[in-house]
């Protein structure tokens, strides 16, 4: 398979025009569909978006390869797009971006598209290459270049030889996709070092696997390793190796430097995290406090959630077919429908404490903390202290394996095989039963006491205030650290102390916050249209649906081309809602679900009111305060 197998030639706009990156991104996607790659447009497109919102596409020297893999994908495929005056794409380098290859991966374990996908990212960093095609005439002389590119580039890939050199250096790239990047920074790395004159090799981690895998006598050998990376990656067996830890963006832009720098002899060696010297924390160092506890803490939810989403809707579900009992010691007995569902949506949510714990454990004190987590989760619910005691758990967990390398550190070398199998496990469990049972769980446990109590008994003004900042907080960033924590909080109240499911006022806020932002910009644009462009507009059906679905990605692009005006009228709107729905004491079970979950919400008919209120105010906001469209 070859580039040109994937790119069609109604997949190429060689003359367009778009005017911001929300309207690049929209014509690419039509682009693809009409290649016939695509089964399900809406959902890629929510793809295509949430990846962006993990950094921008746009790597530089006018180049975006938007990117995404998803079931909603039928075939591999490519489009292709120049934009001769270029449009503003937040690229990596600040200037616009002119030549746009989109990407669409099916999501299957069958990934021979990806190395396809591999040779098109290294070609772009040719500048010839880049040159002929923003001259190219026509779709199908634009294939014949990327054709004749190819062809000189890789058709003796598989015989090519290492290059010889005095020095050697390894490098080791990986991107959260694993998709574009990973391979535009390998292949800059490469580049770079044959013009320098040094032996290299790279290995890659994208969605299709480990490619080249670095073998310890190539690590052995090596005068040291680069780790372009914005994900985890294995490390541990550079131990001893001078290696620099660097975003992938720098592996792209900078492999000179890196390259320099790694072989200046001035880089220390890599301690390991069982090491004993700082050295080996260094690049640690260099991420705050609060940033390694956000990371350590996300890593745990982004685990935490799947068990929690799907236990919670099948508790709903419960609800649904047992509403006599619902919130009685027989619930889940009226049916048998409505006891299955229980049965295995509460063993689902059960695992909520202990996946949380499990997971921040481990990505602090790698695999060895993970069972410390786990135990430490179910130690928490056992104990009252719920869903804090699992976080304190989760931290607890991770620094003790720490700990525990530093103190164990000084056996000797013969007993090293024994520490990830008895001592780690043995001593980390004990200190973590004895931790949890007489330090943390009683004053956390009590602390829970206290918090449902105060909760409990708090006032109709007090009740409605944490509701209008909840709400708030759900439309300020969308899916940023303010909406990620209301997310989490509300996760947090459908659990009791010992992980029993409930009914949650503050999880109803909280959903409802997040519907408002996709319902108002739906609306606007039939209220507004002279305010929004013509494929504003035709999105607007779409966002109304995911409104509706509590699905909040479809506001994004709107927030994102006209942030000072559609993001605080959303907040409002967002806030009203969240306070309208503590207000009418309205509570649900489930932690997703939008309108499909409304029949098993206490006062839905209030929750519907609270919803159409807060959405028809931010509409209305915003058409006043947006400038009108002249296209």
């Given at each position: 398979?070859k580039i040109v197998d994937l790119l069609k030639v109604?997949?190429?706009?060689?003359?367009?025009?778009?005017q911001d990156k929300a309207a690049a991104l929209e014509?690419?996607?039509?682009?693809?569909?009409?290649?016939?790659?695509?089964?399900?447009?809406?959902?890629?497109?929510?793809?295509?978006?949430?990846?962006?919102?993990?950094?921008?596409?746009?790597?530089?020297?006018?180049?975006?390869?938007?990117?995404?893999?998803?079931?909603?994908?039928?075939?591999?495929?490519?489009?292709?797009?120049?934009?001769?005056?270029?449009?503003?794409?937040?690229?990596?380098?600040?200037?616009?971006?002119?030549?746009?290859?989109?990407?669409?991966?099916?999501?299957?374990?069958?990934?021979?598209?990806?190395?396809?996908?591999?040779?098109?990212?290294?070609?772009?960093?040719?500048?010839?290459?880049?040159?002929?095609?923003?001259?190219?005439?026509?779709?199908?002389?634009?294939?014949?270049?990327?054709?004749?590119?190819?062809?000189?580039?890789?058709?003796?890939?598989?015989?090519?030889?290492?290059?010889?050199?005095?020095?050697?250096?390894?490098?080791?790239?990986?991107?959260?996709?694993?998709?574009?990047?990973?391979?535009?920074?390998?292949?800059?790395?490469?580049?770079?070092?044959?013009?320098?004159?040094?032996?290299?090799?790279?290995?890659?981690?994208?969605?299709?696997?480990?490619?080249?895998?670095?073998?310890?006598?190539?690590?052995?050998?090596?005068?040291?390793?680069?780790?372009?990376?914005?994900?985890?990656?294995?490390?541990?067996?550079?131990?001893?190796?001078?290696?620099?830890?660097?975003?992938?963006?720098?592996?792209?832009?900078?492999?000179?430097?890196?390259?320099?720098?790694?072989?200046?002899?001035?880089?220390?060696?890599?301690?390991?995290?069982?090491?004993?010297?700082?050295?080996?924390?260094?690049?640690?160092?260099?991420?705050?406090?609060?940033?390694?506890?956000?990371?350590?803490?996300?890593?745990?939810?982004?685990?935490?959630?799947?068990?929690?989403?799907?236990?919670?809707?099948?508790?709903?579900?419960?609800?649904?077919?047992?509403?006599?009992?619902?919130?009685?010691?027989?619930?889940?007995?009226?049916?048998?429908?409505?006891?299955?569902?229980?049965?295995?949506?509460?063993?689902?949510?059960?695992?909520?404490?202990?996946?949380?714990?499990?997971?921040?454990?481990?990505?602090?004190?790698?695999?060895?903390?993970?069972?410390?987590?786990?135990?430490?989760?179910?130690?928490?619910?056992?104990?009252?202290?719920?869903?804090?005691?699992?976080?304190?758990?989760?931290?607890?967990?991770?620094?003790?394996?720490?700990?525990?390398?530093?103190?164990?550190?000084?056996?000797?070398?013969?007993?090293?095989?024994?520490?990830?199998?008895?001592?780690?496990?043995?001593?980390?469990?004990?200190?973590?039963?004895?931790?949890?049972?007489?330090?943390?769980?009683?004053?956390?446990?009590?602390?829970?006491?206290?918090?449902?109590?105060?909760?409990a008994g708090m006032s109709t003004t007090s009740k409605?205030?944490?509701?209008?900042?909840?709400?708030?907080?759900?439309?300020?960033?969308?899916?940023?650290?303010?909406?990620?924590?209301?997310?989490?909080?509300?996760?947090?109240?459908?659990?009791?102390?010992?992980?029993?499911?409930?009914?949650?006022?503050?999880?109803?806020?909280?959903?409802?916050?997040?519907?408002?932002?996709?319902?108002?910009?739906?609306?606007?644009?039939?209220?507004?249209?002279?305010?929004?462009?013509?494929?504003?507009?035709?999105?607007?059906?779409?966002?109304?649906?995911?409104?509706?679905?509590?699905?909040?990605?479809?506001?994004?692009?709107?927030?994102?081309?006209?942030?000072?005006?559609?993001?605080?009228?959303?907040?409002?709107?967002?806030?009203?809602?969240?306070?309208?729905?503590?207000?009418?004491?309205?509570?649900?079970?489930?932690?997703?679900?939008?309108?499909?979950?409304?029949?098993?919400?206490?006062?839905?008919?209030?929750?519907?009111?609270?919803?159409?209120?807060?959405?028809?105010?931010?509409?209305?906001?915003?058409?006043?305060?947006?400038?009108?469209?002249?296209?």
């Amino acid at each position: 398979m070859k580039i040109v197998d994937l790119l069609k030639v109604e997949s190429i706009d060689l003359k367009a025009k778009p005017q911001d990156k929300a309207a690049a991104l929209e014509h690419l996607i039509t682009l693809m569909e009409r290649g016939g790659n695509i089964a399900d447009k809406e959902e890629y497109k929510a793809c295509v978006l949430r990846r962006e919102e993990e950094g921008s596409t746009g790597i530089g020297e006018g180049i975006a390869i938007p990117h995404a893999k998803t079931s909603a994908v039928k075939a591999p495929g490519l489009a292709a797009m120049l934009v001769q005056d270029g449009v503003d794409f937040d690229s990596l380098d600040g200037e616009p971006a002119k030549l746009f290859f989109l990407i669409a991966a099916p999501d299957t374990e069958d990934n021979v598209h990806l190395d396809v996908l591999s040779h098109l990212s290294m070609l772009l960093m040719n500048d010839d290459f880049r040159s002929e095609l923003l001259k190219a005439g026509s779709a199908k002389e634009f294939l014949s270049v990327i054709d004749k590119y190819e062809n000189e580039k890789f058709e003796d890939e598989d015989e090519a030889a290492a290059p010889q050199a005095q020095r050697k250096v390894l490098a080791v790239t990986a991107c959260p996709t694993g998709i574009a990047h990973t391979y535009m920074a390998a292949e800059a790395l490469q580049e770079m070092a044959g013009k320098l004159g040094v032996a290299m090799k790279v290995e890659t981690n994208g969605s299709g696997g480990v490619k080249n895998k670095l073998t310890a006598k190539e690590i052995e050998e090596a005068d040291g390793i680069i780790v372009a990376a914005d994900k985890n990656v294995p490390v541990e067996r550079f131990a001893g190796k001078p290696v620099i830890f660097v975003k992938v963006a720098d592996g792209i832009n900078k492999p000179k430097e890196l390259i320099e720098e790694i072989l200046s002899d001035k880089v220390p060696a890599y301690a390991g995290k069982g090491g004993s010297e700082d050295e080996g924390e260094a690049a640690e160092a260099k991420e705050s406090l609060g940033r390694q506890i956000y990371k350590h803490l996300m890593n745990g939810v982004s685990h935490m959630l799947p068990f929690v989403i799907g236990g919670g809707i099948l508790i709903a579900l419960a609800f649904m077919f047992d509403m006599e009992f619902a919130g009685t010691a027989k619930f889940g007995s009226g049916t048998p429908l409505a006891a299955f569902f229980k049965n295995i949506g509460g063993l689902a949510f059960s695992m909520m404490m202990p996946i949380l714990a499990g997971y921040i454990a481990m990505s602090i004190g790698e695999r060895p903390a993970l069972m410390l987590g786990i135990v430490g989760g179910f130690l928490a619910a056992s104990g009252g202290s719920g869903f804090f005691g699992a976080l304190f758990a989760g931290f607890l967990g991770g620094y003790l394996i720490l700990a525990l390398r530093k103190v164990l550190g000084v056996l000797p070398d013969s007993l090293e095989g024994l520490k990830p199998i008895l001592l780690y496990p043995v001593l980390g469990l004990l200190i973590m039963g004895v931790l949890m049972t007489y330090v943390i769980n009683p004053p956390t446990a009590a602390f829970n006491q206290w918090l449902a109590g105060a909760l409990a008994g708090m006032s109709t003004t007090s009740k409605v205030l944490l509701g209008f900042v909840l709400g708030g907080m759900m439309s300020i960033d969308f899916g940023g650290p303010l909406n990620k924590a209301a997310y989490v909080f509300g996760t947090a109240s459908l659990a009791a102390a010992d992980g029993s499911a409930v009914s949650s006022e503050i999880m109803a806020a909280v959903m409802i916050g997040g519907m408002v932002p996709p319902i108002a910009i739906a609306l606007s644009t039939l209220l507004f249209s002279d305010k929004f462009t013509a494929k504003e507009r035709q999105s607007g059906l779409t966002n109304f649906i995911m409104g509706l679905s509590f699905i909040t990605e479809g506001a994004i692009p709107f927030a994102a081309s006209d942030p000072l005006r559609v993001i605080p009228t959303c907040a409002l709107g967002s806030a009203m809602a969240g306070a309208l729905s503590m207000a009418f004491g309205c509570s649900v079970p489930a932690p997703h679900g939008g309108v499909f979950v409304f029949g098993v919400v206490q006062n839905w008919p209030m929750y519907f009111v609270a919803l159409a209120a807060g959405s028809v105010v931010a509409a209305v906001l915003m058409g006043f305060v947006k400038k009108s469209v002249k296209e």
